[in-house]
């Protein structure tokens, strides 16, 4: 007998499955997991099927070493790892080596007697804080929709009633294995503590290959109900009984890899799962995606109330000089009665860009001499870095209450300090020590050249609108529908206008954009008479629906 075999290893997407010979003192059937020869290593490889014949008959075949763990991947997780390889561009060889984690290097023992691991359910609710909440009295009517619907999104802002509505999702769905996806070991271990008397799996980068390969591979089928919290690879572990999965902060750009060769994101495997009837989905979020609010029922539980803390300051009204600068005595005073104060801007440096002093539009390349719309050559240099705002703030302030929090000052502020930071400092410091914010360069995001600006700063402005605190924001175009749909209170709003926009221009979810970097070729000669069955380049790195065309 004949093994078609996939092997753990990074290889081309042109190559599929290797064939290998079935020793008759071994029983292998579809599902196993074993190890086989590959040159001189010894590799993990997935049996993908077992045949009688070989596609090339008069090939000598070298024979699966051991079988590791029978039937470790069921028929639901071969197709989702041949869907996964094909949607992402990729071989299924460098998929399973994306899902599947490396042996570790100490002796493990190959097959577990049995993993324990019992959920105790807590005697105490852990919502009893949350007696009187709104939330609380509509928590049963939102989980029946939920399991009524086969994806959901929440719009939750509070973290308390967020864990509140974990604890009864968890109680209803006493069965399978809960998997929970946050975007950083930061929120695993903090949502580890709140639902710790669920004694939760954590699963990310830091645990040791023996935990992950003892505790998520040899004990796939433990028919004990499970709840595993952890990053983005977590969505690989599919045990068999894999009932409901939550998408914590569906908003965060962590849920998407970036780094290496497949380009994958949460959200498409989870929507693979819902047309595949394997799960059921919730996205949590204060501020959810657009293609995800598109795609799911949107239930707003907690929305996010901007409208009282936001003060837009319409820079229209203040005259542009040489010397002009945002840092005005408004901005001073504003900080000083909200002190501290975070100063967001997510640029370091001296980054600057150019205003059309005519038409108001936003240029974020400086080798333009003439306004593209109007066509005015009075254009104005108003663009700023971190190091640039603490340059200007410091005679409004004393420089011994400011400080800066970027990838090139991480020594951690201290309390009672006013802040001067880019998104590098979210998920490092503690945004509840603030009693205001400040967003500088908010036309600019608006202007990127992405297909989710506005839903960027959207979703910036909401996070920083859940703390309750005042916002002040500087702009010079206060009419811009993000901000009026903030002013207005309206998720609802927002989501029409931006999926509006999105149609008329052919962007997600309306389309599948593919983003094709290949050093070798020329761009314009991927596109020219392309076949149907058209393939990116071998060596090409493939991103699927990018955030940014242009590099």
């Not at 974990?166 to 769905?173: A, S, V």
């Not at 699963?203 to 505790?215: A, G, N, P, T």
């Not at 068999?240 to 497949?262: C, G, R, T, V």
């Amino acid at each position: 007998m004949i093994a078609e075999v996939i092997p753990r290893l990074r290889l081309f997407r042109t190559l599929g499955t290797f064939e290998y010979q079935i020793p008759g003192h071994l029983s292998v059937a579809s599902g196993d997991l074993v190890l086989i020869p590959w040159r001189t290593k010894v590799l993990l490889g997935a049996v993908l099927r077992v045949t009688s014949r070989s596609r090339v008959p008069q090939k000598k075949l070298r024979p699966i070493l051991r079988v590791i763990v029978t039937q470790a991947f069921c028929p639901a997780y071969l197709d989702a790892l041949l869907w996964f390889s094909k949607y992402y561009f990729i071989s299924p060889a460098s998929a399973l080596h994306t899902w599947l984690p490396e042996i570790p290097q100490k002796r493990v023992p190959y097959a577990l007697t049995k993993f324990s691991h019992t959920v105790i359910r807590p005697e105490e609710p852990l919502g009893h804080s949350l007696s009187n909440s709104v939330f609380q009295k509509y928590t049963s009517q939102i989980i029946t929709r939920i399991f009524h619907a086969k994806s959901t999104t929440l719009v939750c802002s509070r973290f308390e009633e967020k864990v509140y509505f974990y604890h009864e999702l968890l109680l209803r769905r006493c069965q399978g294995t809960v998997v929970i996806i946050t975007p950083t070991v930061f929120d695993v271990e903090k949502l580890c503590k709140a639902l710790a008397p669920w004694h939760p799996l954590p699963f990310h980068s830091q645990i040791s290959r023996k935990k992950l390969w003892e505790h998520f591979w040899l004990s796939h089928k433990d028919p004990q109900t499970r709840v595993v919290i952890g990053t983005k690879k977590a969505i690989f572990s599919l045990p068999e009984k894999f009932s409901l999965l939550i998408i914590d902060q569906e908003e965060s750009p962590h849920h998407k890899q970036y780094d290496q060769n497949p380009r994958y994101t949460v959200h498409d495997l989870a929507f693979y799962f819902v047309r595949k009837a394997l799960s059921h989905v919730v996205f949590v979020s204060h501020a959810p995606r657009a293609t995800t609010a598109f795609h799911t029922e949107l239930l707003s539980i907690t929305p996010v109330r901007a409208r009282d803390l936001l003060q837009i300051i319409d820079m229209n009204l203040f005259p542009r000089h040489a010397a002009f600068t945002l840092f005005s005595d408004m901005l001073a005073q504003f900080i000083s009665s909200h002190s501290p104060a975070f100063i967001f801007h997510n640029r370091t440096g001296f980054a600057r860009y150019l205003v059309c002093h005519v038409c108001n539009r936003v240029y974020t390349f400086s080798s333009v001499t003439r306004c593209q719309q109007c066509g005015s050559t009075h254009l104005t240099s108003a663009g700023f870095g971190t190091q640039k705002i603490f340059q200007d703030i410091q005679h409004l302030l004393p420089p011994k209450h400011i400080y800066i929090f970027d990838r090139f000052h991480r020594h951690d502020p201290p309390n009672n300090t006013n802040v001067i930071g880019t998104e590098f400092a979210f998920d490092k410091l503690d945004f509840e020590r603030f009693q205001s914010f400040v967003v500088l360069g908010i036309d600019r995001q608006l202007a990127l050249p992405s297909w989710r600006a506005h839903e960027r700063v959207f979703q910036l402005l909401s996070f920083f609108a859940t703390f309750g605190h005042p916002i002040f924001i500087p702009t010079f175009a206060p009419k811009h529908f993000v901000l009026q749909s903030l002013l207005s209170n309206t998720l609802q709003k927002f989501y029409e206008h931006e999926l509006r926009l999105r149609q008329n221009f052919s962007y997600p979810p309306f389309v599948k954009l593919i983003k094709v970097i290949d050093p070798k070729s020329k761009a314009i000669s991927l596109l020219k008479n392309p076949p149907r069955t058209w393939q990116p380049p071998t060596n090409a790195l493939v991103d699927v629906d990018p955030d940014l065309f242009l590099q």
